[in-house]
């Protein structure tokens, strides 16, 4: 059986008005580095590179 510690929250920011719009999910074990997925921004109203934040 897999540990809960593994997966933690995460805070998407959008890479252009700094806005934390997502929340998401990630197993620190396997995905070390912080994420960056391509994102709807509603402020922005495009899609743009959203970035791991820290919380």
């Known amino acids: ?9 995460i805070t998407l920011a959008c890479g ?5 719009n997502y929340t ?8 070390p580095d ?3 997925i391509a994102k709807y921004c509603r402020w922005c109203k495009k899609h743009v590179e959203h970035k791991e934040t820290k919380k």
């Not at 059986?1 to 929250?9: G, H, L, T, V």
């Not at 252009?16 to 934390?20: A, D, F, G, P, S």
């Not at 998401?24 to 995905?31: G, L, V, W």
């Open 34 to 36: 912080r994420l960056n």
């Open 1 to 9: 059986m897999a540990k809960k510690d593994d997966r933690i929250i």
């Open 24 to 31: 998401s999910m990630k197993n620190k074990k396997n995905d």
């Open 16 to 20: 252009e008005c700094k806005r934390r």
